[in-house]
């Protein structure tokens, strides 16, 4: 709390030493009308949720595992915006606190070298015409040697330690990201999307490649070109129709 600059976001915390998931208390919280901001933390979850059904490895003490409720006003189909506009608030505290200049593969991985150290899973809790709230669950992997990962990790995570050679200050970094986050929402809310778009193309190692993308039931190949005025990818395919995706997994071709 003593590094914490914001107004709203983090001004109330509930700290857990283990927990299965901090999306869970998240949930619970924001139906019982928890305020705007609140802040669910743990030391560990043991049963860390990732985007997709995945699992997420969430090892005690070693990185941030958190989920933030926001309350912004805005309708459904604006929510995957909030994604984005999360995405690029984690990457800009990332690069102030450690230096490093992470990537963003859409929607919100973040990546250092390829390798995944920052992961969002954002989830809703909507009336048909309104988002009641938006539980951003932030993973981060901060303090990890090499060997603290799963095998089946090794080769496609990391953590900020692992990238800069030395311990990095968790609650600095927890403060930082929540005040990019105030920042880039408020921003959001008064100017729209369109400067967060700006910040999210500048970090993206996606537009311009070829990918592909894979959805539940679809599989895409195509060139991605931007992302669209809601936050959705844009790929124009390889017949030359532009789609525009909410979500899948993509693979950067090469
Ligand atoms: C992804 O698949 O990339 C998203 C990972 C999100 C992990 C975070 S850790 C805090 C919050 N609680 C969870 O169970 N998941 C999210």
Do not use: C
Not at 50 to 58: A, F, I, L, V
Not at 155 to 169: F, M, P, Q, Y
Not at 233 to 243: F, M
């Amino acid at each position: 709390k003593k590094h914490l600059n914001t107004q709203t976001y983090g001004q109330t915390i509930h700290y857990y030493e283990t927990l299965e998931s901090t999306q869970f208390i998240a949930h619970d919280e924001a139906q019982n009308d928890a305020r705007d901001g609140t802040l669910i933390i743990s030391e560990e979850q043991t049963l860390g949720k990732g985007r997709m059904s995945r699992p997420w490895n969430s090892a005690y003490g070693k990185g941030i595992w958190m989920s933030l409720i926001v309350r912004p006003n805005l309708a459904p189909h604006q929510a995957p915006q909030m994604t984005l506009v999360a995405a690029v608030a984690v990457t800009r505290a990332i690069e102030e606190i450690t230096g490093i200049h992470p990537d963003i593969k859409w929607p919100n991985d973040i990546l250092i070298n390829g390798k995944k150290v920052t992961g969002i899973l954002t989830e809703l809790q909507t009336d048909p015409d309104r988002v009641k709230a938006i539980i951003l669950g932030i993973g981060i992997n901060v303090n990890q040697f090499p060997d603290d990962f799963p095998v089946e990790l090794s080769t496609i995570a990391t953590s900020l330690k692992i990238a800069i050679g030395s311990e990095v200050n968790r609650a600095k970094l927890i403060a930082k990201v929540l005040e990019f986050i105030e920042q880039y929402t408020k921003i959001y809310e008064t100017h729209g999307f369109a400067p967060i778009k700006l910040l999210w193309e500048g970090y993206s190692n996606t537009v311009g490649k070829q990918i592909r993308a894979v959805m539940l039931n679809e599989v895409l190949d195509g060139t991605a070109i931007g992302i669209s005025d809601e936050g959705l990818l844009k790929i124009r395919l390889d017949d030359g129709t532009i789609r525009g995706i909410y979500s899948a997994d993509i693979e950067i071709q090469k």
